[in-house]
């Protein structure tokens, strides 16, 4: 863990940014410094004294000048135990608190929930939209807390529209646009589903420059269950008459079990229906920061593409 914290810091990695994966091991833990304070992700059942050892690591830090103040692990290893976040070490804050990644801030929160609500392997495609997005019309789906949208609204966009199906992290996107002190009359946010909402926009004729997709791979509303396995043709079928000719539509899914063959193949014939030409302009995959051995790479989970529709 010491050296993976070491060639971060020589990368400048911790410049200009208060959070920062610091150590990957995608069978086991994840560790992720949001300022002074560590949140670790358990996904398998650890050695006895993995989280000491840890715990301990993460006390010695002082990443930004200031030591760790507390250390968190969310406990994915069992179904049962993604109930609520356990303090290992210390005193994390008890309300959301605001930080800083590439000079945007964002709200993030320790105390209850599965997940702080910034995903750090994102972290590329919020720079990108933080310079890419003056005067375009962006739609975020499947949004979250709303992270893409404030570095998109950031960028100068002239409006963006947040989607997610959960009404708790609407409300927790609208308030990281408050918190970044971004025009309201540029944002629109919708508590609804996916499946209900863009055939709407498709009627209304609404268009967009940019459009951001990051489904989960499975989740359950009242119109039944979505899979990214199985629902993302359709999903992209919606999605293509709502983006301008010119216009790029970043998607990408977070599953092992969903291959990039089938991705692409379910995009490709979603744009053979339409007659719409998609040009690949760059794949996505895990940042920098995200340390991956050449045994890792198999379970390379993040697959995606910025993709410019052309006609």
């Given at each position: ?84 976040v356990q303090t290992l070490w210390g005193s994390p804050p ?49 949004s979250y807390t709303g992270s893409l949208s404030v570095a ?160």
């Amino acid at each position: 863990m010491k050296n993976s914290f070491v060639w971060r810091k020589k990368l400048g990695l911790l410049e200009n940014t208060e959070t920062l994966r610091i150590f990957y091991d995608p069978e086991t833990i994840a560790i992720d410094l949001f300022q002074e304070h560590a949140w670790i992700t358990q996904w398998a059942k650890l050695r006895p004294g993995v989280l000491d050892q840890a715990v301990a690591f993460l006390k010695e830090l002082s990443p930004w000048g200031t030591p760790i103040k507390s250390v968190v692990l969310m406990d994915r290893s069992q179904v049962a135990s993604e109930k609520e976040v356990q303090t290992l070490w210390g005193s994390p804050p008890d309300s959301r608190f605001s930080l800083t990644e590439n000079g945007i801030p964002y709200l993030i929160q320790l105390h209850e929930g599965k997940h702080p609500g910034l995903f750090l392997d994102h972290a590329p495609l919020r720079q990108w939209l933080s310079h890419t997005q003056s005067g375009k019309r962006v739609l975020n789906l499947f949004s979250y807390t709303g992270s893409l949208s404030v570095a998109a609204g950031h960028s100068g966009a002239d409006h963006v529209t947040t989607l997610d199906l959960s009404k708790s992290t609407i409300e927790w996107a609208e308030a990281n646009w408050v918190n970044a002190k971004l025009d309201p009359e540029h944002a629109r946010f919708i508590y609804g589903d996916v499946f209900e909402w863009l055939p709407k926009f498709i009627k209304k004729g609404e268009q967009y420059d940019t459009i951001l997709c990051d489904p989960p791979s499975f989740s359950r509303s009242k119109n039944g269950v979505f899979s990214t396995n199985k629902d993302s043709q359709r999903l992209h079928e919606l999605i293509l008459p709502l983006l301008k000719v010119g216009g790029i539509l970043v998607t990408s899914i977070n599953s092992e079990n969903y291959t990039e063959g089938a991705f692409l193949k379910d995009i490709h014939a979603a744009g053979e229906k339409f007659k719409a030409n998609l040009k690949v302009l760059k794949r996505i995959d895990l940042p920098e920061s995200f340390e991956t051995s050449t045994r890792d790479l198999h379970l390379r989970y993040l697959k995606g593409f910025y993709l410019l529709k052309t006609n």
